[in-house]
């Protein structure tokens, strides 16, 4: 940890000091997050994030609109997990509704969840590709990632922002050429997964830039609140899914992936784990999908009973948590998002300073930061 | 001499890796029928799109130019953004009763505001609307994008209520 003295002594301009401005446009920060860095030559002394670029006022945006309607807003915070945040709202609505949602719902969501999280890995390896400086990844992670994509578009009717939960289930029902389409996704996905190591993984240039760089140690990982792979890189155990498991997960044979390095390359790893996992609980579900009603039946309107509901769900990123106010009317009183890209950007200035400028963009990479997520 | 050998040794690793990483490159360089890539204005003949794709909100007529909408508002209330507006007129209903009758005037559209969440859709109690496979949406005038989906001289379709 960096102490107070230190960061005054650090903020404190000298002769010597090069100011530097990273965005709000630069296409390593993946979105208009701003960063003012502080030069001593080249080693990084000082990072100061700013926010606000890209600040929608989602949570009170929600708090005028009801509780059917507040959800597709969450597809818009990290909208590479889109399907996940929205599983989270419905989830705090039917906590407040006292509701069980039909199993068939539940593996829907499940199997829908793993593959947006294996949609939002894939483009994660192919920015990170381009970011340090590989052409190649990012189109062969696009290429795979658009398999899902069409997936999605069969049976939610959008690509991005699938809107695909409801309080109380799903939309609409799996389309029927789900199983056969994710069938031949996994297939294809498995044969490609070597590529993946075979490009980046292995690649001399890649291990140089990233092992041993931007050391966060458990300790900090903790402190920052920093969840997801990112934490997990680092050894903390926080995978939301096997220590608060929801819809469904308690049923579901999968490891939680673990390093111990804490360096960008132990993040990395994670990541290109996690994958494995992901492709391992959709292979147990996709055969096993039981009948059923996908949606439970809820009034046109609905109003909570008073009190303060809290759900949280693992997204690619981290953590994500949903917590609602009811004051017993049909919209919330109070929303509030626990997002996991502000935690882990606040571990940036920690990752960073010490190191040379040109290890800036591996460390943002392996963090894998969602700008609109920061500022909701 | 030790230090020597671990040198060339991970000189020689390293090009190995790069080598590895490059040849898959090559690889495709040269196999252009595994790229799944599509031009896009070039394939509009043979783009196919799911049933389920959300382009835009559309009021479905039929022959007779009569339409399913009611005006009951549960789509306008249903949507988030302020998206529709039903605006209504009185009309005698000649052939049974012979007393004025709600119906709508103008289903106005503003596309410029739809973020194609499908709620109205779901929460229309007689399918009236859906959503068309539409998606070119760019126009150069923000006004055209304000639409009016029922036709000129349409009514409501009998039976519906």
């Known amino acids: ?376 | 001499m030790k230090f020597l050998i671990e040198y060339i040794g991970t000189v020689l690793k390293s090009i190995s890796s790069l080598w590895s990483g490059m040849r898959l490159t090559g690889y495709y360089f040269t196999h252009p029928k595994e790229i799944h890539t599509q031009q896009y204005p070039d394939n509009r003949a043979t783009l196919t799109l799911g049933e389920r794709f959300r382009g835009e909100v559309v009021l479905t007529h039929d022959e007779n130019n009569e339409h399913k909408c009611t005006g009951c508002t549960s789509c306008e209330l249903a949507c988030p953004n302020g998206t529709i507006k039903i605006v209504y007129k009185n009309v005698v209903d000649e052939e049974e009763t012979g007393k004025k009758k709600k119906a709508i005037d103008e289903f106005v559209y503003h596309l410029g505001m739809c973020t194609f969440c499908n709620l109205c859709i779901i929460a229309c109690p007689t399918d009236a609307i859906k959503m068309s496979h539409d998606f070119e949406h760019s126009t150069f005038d923000r006004k055209s994008l304000t639409k009016i989906l029922n036709k000129p001289g349409s009514k409501l379709m009998k039976g519906v209520e």
């Open chain 1, 1 to 376: 940890m960096i102490n107070k003295e230190e960061i005054e002594n650090l903020t404190q301009a000298h002769e010597e000091d090069f100011i530097l401005n990273v965005g709000p446009q630069h296409p390593s920060t993946h979105g208009v997050l701003r960063l003012k860095i502080k030069l001593q030559g080249e080693t990084v002394v000082h990072i100061e994030p700013h926010l606000g670029y890209i600040h929608r006022s989602i949570e009170k945006m929600c708090e005028a609109s009801s509780y059917r309607n507040f959800i597709y807003l969450t597809s818009r915070m990290d909208y590479l997990s889109a399907h996940i945040n929205n599983q989270a709202c419905a989830m705090a609505v039917e906590k407040g509704l006292q509701l069980e949602i039909p199993k068939r719902a539940k593996v829907i969501r499940i199997l829908m969840s793993e593959l947006t999280r294996l949609a939002s890995h894939q483009l994660w390896w192919a920015a990170t590709g381009l970011d340090l400086g590989a052409t190649t990844p990012f189109f062969v992670g696009f290429r795979d990632r658009e398999v899902i994509m069409d997936i999605f578009d069969e049976t939610c009717g959008s690509r991005l922002t699938m809107d695909y939960n409801v309080p109380g289930g799903t939309m609409f029902d799996l389309h029927p050429n789900f199983q056969k389409n994710v069938h031949a996704f996994l297939k294809g996905f498995k044969k490609n997964l070597p590529e993946y190591h075979q490009l980046l993984s292995g690649n001399i240039i890649f291990q140089n830039r990233t092992k041993g760089v931007g050391y966060l140690s458990p300790e900090d990982a903790v402190s920052f609140g920093c969840s997801g792979p990112t934490a997990r890189g680092s050894g903390v155990s926080c995978d939301i899914r096997k220590w608060h498991p929801y819809d469904g997960y308690e049923e579901v044979q999968f490891n939680e992936v673990l390093e111990t390095a804490g360096d960008c390359y132990a993040r990395y790893c994670v990541r290109m784990k996690e994958m494995e996992e992901s492709v391992k609980i959709i292979e147990q579900l996709i055969d096993n999908i039981p009948e059923g009603d996908f949606q439970d039946k809820t009034k046109a309107v609905l109003k909570l009973p008073k009190g303060e509901f809290y759900s949280r769900v693992e997204t690619a990123r981290g953590e994500l948590g949903v917590y609602l106010v009811s004051d017993g009317t049909s919209k919330p009183y109070r929303m509030k998002f626990r997002s996991p890209n502000f935690s882990n950007l606040s571990a940036l200035r920690q990752i960073a300073v010490g190191g040379k400028i040109g290890d800036l963009v591996a460390n943002m990479a392996m963090l894998d930061l969602v700008i609109p997520d920061i500022d909701r």
